[in-house]
């Protein structure tokens, strides 16, 4: 069975950066077509698309984001690191990692989300 | 940039009722690469629909989905308490991965 787990700072000052890493079991990043994404909402407030990657390493990111997120993965350890730099308080809210299905493409199995707070 | 846009905002029903929410996108979105997530209270987004038809794993059959090109549908057959959340739609086939702004569904 496919789980996923968050793990970072709850509490960011604004300008840091942001690290979170998304702990995965069930699958591989290594098997063709798989892919794991980052999401978040700020609190009362819709989901939000980050960034995603592929087990070939291809990445893509938030038009709006981008500037400021890198991702990566480590396949050894099972783990996808998402970095978010130069953060603001809008930035405040839960961060979600989710597994993107190999062959029908939809996010299907999601972990239970961190809350970030920036805040001086 | 895809763009989806949910209706009713906010839907109140009673138990045993059908309830009828609406996703339309700015675009056509090909291949139906459309879902549907159940969110509630501090949980994280639960997979209801993808392929804008096809129930995921473990989902009753009291939840379907329809729709294709820009409009689509989530529909609820036979409410119960426990349907009481916000549903998203979002569309996976360009990036950004984009999400509607959500129903609420309230049982009375």
């Known amino acids: 069975q496919i789980s996923l787990k968050e793990s970072g700072p709850t509490l960011v000052k604004p300008t840091q950066t942001l690290t979170l890493t998304c702990s995965f079991s069930g699958f591989s990043l290594t098997t063709a077509g798989a892919g794991v994404g980052w999401f978040r909402q700020p609190p009362g407030k819709s989901l939000e698309w980050l960034a995603l990657?592929?087990?070939?390493?291809?990445?893509r990111y938030s038009p709006s984001l981008k500037s400021r997120l890198t991702i990566t993965k480590d396949t050894s350890k099972n783990q996808v690191v998402l970095t978010m730099a130069n953060l603001d308080p809008e930035d405040t809210g839960t961060y979600y990692c989710a597994h993107r299905g190999t062959t029908t493409y939809q996010f299907d199995f999601w972990g239970q989300g961190t809350l970030v707070t920036v805040s001086s | 940039e895809i763009v989806l846009t949910q209706s009713p905002g906010t839907l109140s029903l009673s138990p045993g009722e059908r309830a009828t929410l609406s996703c339309r996108a700015s675009q056509s979105v090909s291949s139906n690469f459309l879902a549907w997530y159940q969110q509630k209270p501090g949980q994280a987004p639960r997979l209801l629909i993808y392929g804008a038809s096809r129930r995921a794993t473990g989902i009753p059959d009291r939840f379907s989905g329809s729709g294709s090109g820009t409009d689509f549908t989530l529909t609820i057959s036979r409410l119960e308490p426990e349907d009481s959340a916000v549903y998203y739609c979002q569309q996976y086939v360009s990036s950004p991965y984009t999400f509607g702004q959500g129903t609420k569904l309230e049982i009375k």
């Open positions: 990657i592929y087990w070939d390493d291809d990445k």
